[in-house]
Antibody, heavy 120, light 111 residues
Framework: QVQLVESGGGVVQPGRSLRLSCAASGFTFSSYGMHWVRQAPGKGLEWVAVIWFDGSNKYYADSVKGRFTISRDNSRNTLYLQVNSLRAEDTAVYYC?????????????WGQGTLVTVSS | QLVLTQSPSASASLGASVKLTCTLSSGHNSYAIAWHQQLPEKGPRFLIKLNTDGSHIKGDGIPDRFSGSSSGAERYLTISSLQSQDEADYYCQTSDTDIVVFGGGTKLTVL
């Protein structure tokens, strides 16, 4: 069955960096676009970034453009999110998600999330 | 600009049915959407992919009590025979040229 397992979250000071990972299994990772979505405490879901199946295209929400970088390693079935210059408003649970087959913008499978807390 | 609009809250009685609505912004009537359920303190779970014509596919293990339908710019999620474990936040989601958009979510209370 499809599994997505995030890791790499933690407590970090403002201005510092983290790298989040998402280990995928149960499907052909290299055939699907992948997304990061976050949820601040008590708030709704906010899309962060997408990377195409082959890594050839990447798109970001305006709120993270220039600070976050999405990447993938298809040989390791792993998705990454490099988060730099962290701010208090980046505090959230970060989820990775796989797209629906044949529609790279609709999300079908979700991980359990990893919590990033930005605090001094 | 692509926007999805949901009512912040809804309620219905145990065993009854409820119909949640997601409205696409003007000019985006033809967009497919997905519905996701988020139980308290849990991650989201995909429920249904819903097309303009009302055809839909469900996620793994989603019971028949959950169904979707469409009318113009409106996309609906109907939950029948409500159970207490259906109490959750429900989000609709779509995309435009790879940019993903979420509705604000509807908090469903089962009375």
């Amino acid at each position: 069955q499809v599994q997505l397992v995030e890791s790499g979250g933690g407590v970090v000071q403002p201005g510092r960096s983290l790298r989040l990972s998402c280990a995928a299994s149960g499907f052909t990772f290299s055939s699907y676009g992948m997304h990061w979505v976050r949820q601040a405490p008590g708030k709704g879901l906010e899309w962060v970034a997408v990377i195409w199946f082959d890594g050839s295209n990447k798109y970001y929400a305006d709120s993270v453009k220039g600070r976050f970088t999405i990447s993938r390693d298809n040989s390791r079935n792993t998705l990454y999110l490099q988060v730099n210059s962290l701010r208090a408003e980046d505090t959230a649970v970060y989820y990775c998600a796989r797209t629906v087959a044949g529609h790279r913008g609709l999300l079908e499978y979700w991980g359990q999330g990893t919590l990033v807390t930005v605090s001094s | 600009q692509l926007v999805l609009t949901q009512s912040p809250s809804a309620s219905a009685s145990l065993g009854a049915s409820v119909k949640l609505t997601c409205t696409l912004s003007s000019g985006h009537n033809s967009y497919a959407i997905a519905w996701h359920q988020q139980l308290p303190e849990k991650g989201p779970r995909f429920l249904i992919k819903l097309n303009t014509d009302g055809s839909h596919i469900k996620g793994d293990g989603i019971p028949d009590r959950f169904s979707g339908s469409s009318s113009g710019a409106e996309r609906y999620l109907t939950i029948s025979s409500l159970q207490s474990q259906d109490e959750a936040d429900y989000y609709c989601q779509t995309s435009d040229t790879d940019i993903v958009v979420f509705g604000g979510g509807t908090k469903l209370t089962v009375l």
